[in-house]
Each structure stands twice: as structure tokens, then as C-alpha cells.
């Protein structure tokens, strides 16, 4: 008899061509887990509208954002769900209905909370105070019972826990109380060297750029500080350039060490090096892309057949979750 196997669910915020650091922090997590999950993966739109004044850009991000997972291997006809979040109401419903279980205090309480109002104190929407029982909502909606999570993001799923806990207790055992899945999700440092990779601060390299705009990224990218000539030895502990060698180049890694620490390689060629290694190795990548890009409806399709899985997902869960509750049946 085959075990059935466990479910999986994750969530990006739709923002467009995807960067080293979308890649290496989770894509290429999402693609792995297929081997051994029932993967369900969303591009939560409505998570987005929580800090974006500018939704213009929405459709052709989650498009972008699209193309780019189906390119590196998230596979529908491996089973994986990949949809959009505000493709299945259900969840602004069931959202609603945990906010009612969920108290005030332990939402504002929350350190990423206090850090959004922060940044953005002129957009303290009531979104962003709910968006931790949105997030809850997503995954319960879904019945999932494993969450890939790295270590620092463990307290976010700890509250979904928490008001899955809560619902439980209240109204019986309806709601999955998910499981965290400990995952190494790489941080990738911009090429300012200093900042997460990120694309609001422009120091991304988009996995999907020819090699010629890799080049010219990675050209630009920060070094050891203290080498300031040929000449003198480097220390590729403090090197970003080593950091991504480290995955890009793994036949090479030792060498490249070897040489930067006795000066035996100027930073531009080590450069060059990585460049090219970024660019062979997303090679396929690029003309998988091309080919879903080529038939966009088919992209579109994808998602609205995700959609369509999701929902039927989504139904079960709703109808439990009102039942428990109690609220008046609709004959
Ligand atoms: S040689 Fe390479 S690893 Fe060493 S400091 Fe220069 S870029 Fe960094």
C-alpha cells in the first residue's frame, strides 16, 4: 500500500522576474520538494496589496513571476497546484472567520508589525494587521500540513499554529495544524555586497537575464575591500563573489580560493568566471522560459487549471469550518 504523502504549502508575493536570491532562497526548495510532497504553491496577490500603492504592475508580475517557476521545474503535471491567491475567494472568507477567533493584541504585538509600521508609517492599512491570519488562512484552506520554513521564519508559522490551536479548541478538531519543514533558504547578498538581494534596491541579477546583462551585474559586484590591487591576497570569506562561486562553481571552488588567498587571480577575471558559470548553468532554464513565453495563454492556463484544484480544495475546508461554527445553512 503506497503511505500518502504530505502536503505542502508555500506562498511569494508576485514581483515579477525572479533573482538569484528568489532562487536560491526558495525556488529551487520548491522544485526539490516535489520529490517527496503534494506541493501547492501560490503567488499571494492579495499579500501584496498590503504595501503596494502601485497595482498597475500586478498582472504582468505574476505573469513574470510565473513563467519563471514553470522554467525552473515547478511542474503541474507532477501534481503540483500553482495558482493565484485571488483566484479562490475562499480564502478572504475563511480569513474572516479566524480573524474572529484571533486577538487583537497578539497581532500588533508582532514584531513584523511594528517593523511594516515603520516603514511605512503613512500606510498603516488594516491589511497589514491581519496579514498574519491571512497567511494562516492560506495554508488552513488548503488542509496542508507542512510549511517550508527557514529557522528565522519559524515564529510566523508558529502563530498560524497558534490560531489553528485556537479554532480547534473553540469549535472541535476541523483545521490541520501545519508542521514546519526546516529548509536552508539561502540568504543572498545584493551586489552592493551589503543588502539582502532584493529588486526594490536594485542590486538583483534576474535568473532570466541574457549572458551579457549577467556579465554586466556581476561586474559590478562588491569584493574583498581590502584588496585594492592585484597584488595583494584576498580573503574570499568577506567575498560575495566567492559566496556565489561557492554554488555556481563547484569544481572550481577550492581553486578559486586557493588563488584569490596568493593573489594568483584578479577579482575581474574571477568575475568573469562566475558570470559565465551563472549564465551556462540558467541556460535551460532560459529556453524553457522562452518556450512558455512563446504561448502565454498556456501560462495562464496553468494557473486557472491550479485554481480550479485549489477550489475544490478550498470548498471542503469552508463548508467544515461554517458547519463547526455553527453559522445557519443556506438551503
Ligand atoms: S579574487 Fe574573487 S573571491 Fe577573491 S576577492 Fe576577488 S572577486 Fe572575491
Same mark, same amino acid.
Given at each position: 500500500?503506497?503511505?500518502?504523502?504530505?502536503?505542502?504549502? #508555500?506562498?511569494?508575493?508576485?514581483?515579477?522576474?525572479?533573482?538569484?536570491?528568489?532562487?536560491?532562497?526558495?525556488?529551487?526548495?520548491?522544485?526539490?520538494?516535489?520529490?517527496?510532497?503534494?506541493?501547492?504553491?501560490?503567488?499571494?496577490?492579495?499579500?501584496?496589496?498590503?504595501?503596494?500603492?502601485?497595482?498597475?504592475?500586478?498582472?504582468?508580475?505574476?505573469?513574470?513571476?510565473?513563467?519563471?517557476?514553470?522554467?525552473?521545474?515547478?511542474? %503541474?503535471?507532477?501534481?503540483?497546484?500553482?495558482?493565484?491567491?485571488?483566484?479562490?475567494?475562499?480564502?478572504?472568507?475563511?480569513?474572516?472567520?479566524?480573524?474572529?477567533?484571533?486577538?487583537?493584541?497578539?497581532?500588533?504585538?508582532?514584531?513584523?508589525?511594528?517593523?511594516?509600521?515603520?516603514?511605512?508609517?503613512?500606510?498603516?492599512?488594516?491589511?497589514?494587521?491581519?496579514? %498574519?491570519?491571512?497567511?494562516?488562512?492560506?495554508?488552513?484552506?488548503?488542509?496542508?500540513?507542512?510549511?517550508?520554513?527557514?529557522?528565522?521564519?519559524?515564529?510566523?508559522?508558529?502563530?498560524?499554529? @497558534?490560531?489553528?490551536?485556537?479554532?480547534?479548541?473553540?469549535?472541535? *478538531?476541523?483545521?490541520?495544524?501545519?508542521?514546519?519543514?526546516?529548509?536552508?533558504?539561502?540568504?543572498?547578498?545584493?551586489?552592493?555586497?551589503?543588502?539582502?538581494? #532584493?529588486?526594490?534596491?536594485?542590486?538583483?541579477?534576474?535568473?532570466?537575464?541574457?549572458? @551579457?546583462?549577467?556579465?554586466?551585474?556581476?561586474?559590478?559586484?562588491?569584493?574583498?575591500?581590502?584588496?585594492?590591487?592585484?597584488?595583494?591576497?584576498?580573503?574570499? @570569506?568577506?567575498?560575495?563573489?566567492?559566496?556565489?562561486?561557492?554554488?555556481? #562553481?563547484?569544481?572550481?571552488?577550492?581553486?578559486?580560493?586557493?588563488?584569490?588567498?596568493?593573489?594568483?587571480?584578479?577579482?575581474?577575471?574571477?568575475?568573469?568566471?562566475?558570470?559565465?558559470?551563472?549564465?551556462?548553468?540558467?541556460?535551460?532554464?532560459?529556453?524553457?522560459?522562452?518556450?512558455?513565453?512563446?504561448?502565454?495563454?498556456?501560462?495562464? *492556463?496553468?494557473?486557472?487549471?491550479?485554481?480550479?484544484?485549489? #477550489?475544490?480544495?478550498?470548498?471542503?475546508?469552508?463548508?467544515?469550518?461554517?458547519?463547526?461554527?455553527?453559522?445557519? @445553512?443556506?438551503?
Amino acid at each position: 500500500m503506497t503511505e500518502q504523502r504530505h502536503r505542502v504549502f #508555500s506562498g511569494a508575493r508576485p514581483t515579477g522576474r525572479q533573482h538569484l536570491g528568489n532562487y536560491l532562497g526558495a525556488i529551487r526548495n520548491y522544485v526539490a520538494l516535489q520529490d517527496d510532497y503534494d506541493c501547492i504553491y501560490c503567488v499571494v496577490d492579495l499579500h501584496a496589496l498590503t504595501t503596494l500603492s502601485d497595482t498597475d504592475k500586478l498582472r504582468t508580475w505574476t505573469y513574470e513571476m510565473t513563467l519563471d517557476w514553470l522554467a525552473a521545474g515547478i511542474d %503541474p503535471d507532477r501534481g503540483t497546484i500553482l495558482f493565484v491567491q485571488s483566484h479562490v475567494p475562499q480564502v478572504v472568507e475563511l480569513h474572516l472567520l479566524l480573524s474572529m477567533v484571533t486577538p487583537l493584541g497578539w497581532l500588533t504585538r508582532l514584531p513584523t508589525f511594528k517593523e511594516k509600521v515603520r516603514q511605512q508609517p503613512d500606510n498603516v492599512n488594516y491589511g497589514l494587521v491581519g496579514y %498574519p491570519v491571512l497567511m494562516a488562512a492560506d495554508i488552513t484552506l488548503y488542509k496542508a500540513d507542512t510549511v517550508p520554513v527557514g529557522v528565522d521564519q519559524a515564529p510566523h508559522l508558529e502563530f498560524t499554529r @497558534e490560531i489553528v490551536r485556537r479554532f480547534n479548541r473553540l469549535f472541535g *478538531d476541523v483545521l490541520v495544524e501545519p508542521q514546519a519543514k526546516y529548509t536552508e533558504f539561502t540568504k543572498v547578498l545584493g551586489i552592493d555586497g551589503k543588502q539582502k538581494m #532584493s529588486k526594490s534596491l536594485n542590486n538583483h541579477i534576474e535568473i532570466a537575464s541574457p549572458p @551579457e546583462e549577467i556579465q554586466g551585474r556581476v561586474m559590478q559586484m562588491m569584493t574583498d575591500p581590502a584588496r585594492r590591487y592585484r597584488s595583494d591576497p584576498g580573503h574570499p @570569506e568577506v567575498c560575495n563573489v566567492y559566496s556565489l562561486h561557492k554554488f555556481f #562553481s563547484a569544481d572550481e571552488v577550492g581553486q578559486i580560493e586557493h588563488d584569490c588567498r596568493n593573489a594568483g587571480i584578479g577579482c575581474v577575471q574571477c568575475k568573469r568566471k562566475l558570470a559565465q558559470n551563472i549564465a551556462d548553468y540558467f541556460a535551460p532554464f532560459r529556453e524553457r522560459r522562452a518556450e512558455w513565453d512563446a504561448h502565454p495563454d498556456d501560462v495562464w *492556463d496553468v494557473l486557472a487549471d491550479g485554481a480550479r484544484r485549489a #477550489s475544490a480544495i478550498a470548498e471542503e475546508t469552508i463548508t467544515a469550518v461554517k458547519d463547526a461554527i455553527g453559522l445557519p @445553512e443556506r438551503r
